[in-house]
């Protein structure tokens, strides 16, 4: 197991993505190749920029890949309330979509200040 993959915050964020798949995969077919595809690749950048930010040998390189990632999670936030507002999600799944995202932006917050601090 590498070390990034025993990260909370690298957990959190591929449930995430997890839940975004689930909830992208019911968006009428025509947002296949729009909205679908953009927040499939901000979520994954979470946890993508999560693990590669780890690789790197100085905290100012880690720092800037959490910020990377705290970037793509805003991104996201506001692909999905989009999504809320045309009516693709329900405010129930908006809701729980928001309660995972600010436990993950508390977290990766704390991370990004033992990493600064170091």
Not at 17 to 34: G, H, I
Not at 77 to 105: P, W
Request: aromatic letters at 12%; charged letters at 25%.
């Amino acid at each position: 197991m590498f070390g990034f993959q025993k990260l909370e915050i690298y957990q959190l964020a591929k449930e995430i993505v997890k839940y975004n798949y689930k909830l992208t995969k019911k968006f009428p077919s025509e947002e296949r190749f729009s909205l679908v595809q953009q927040m499939n690749r901000a979520a994954v950048s979470v946890p993508s920029n999560i693990a590669e930010g780890t690789s790197r040998n100085t905290n100012k390189d880690r720092a800037h890949f959490i910020n990377m990632s705290y970037g793509s999670l805003m991104e996201l936030v506001c692909q999905m309330e989009i999504s809320l507002d045309l009516g693709y999600i329900s405010q129930a799944e908006y809701r729980e979509f928001i309660k995972q995202t600010k436990n993950l932006s508390v977290k990766m917050s704390n991370y990004l200040k033992t990493v600064v601090e170091r």
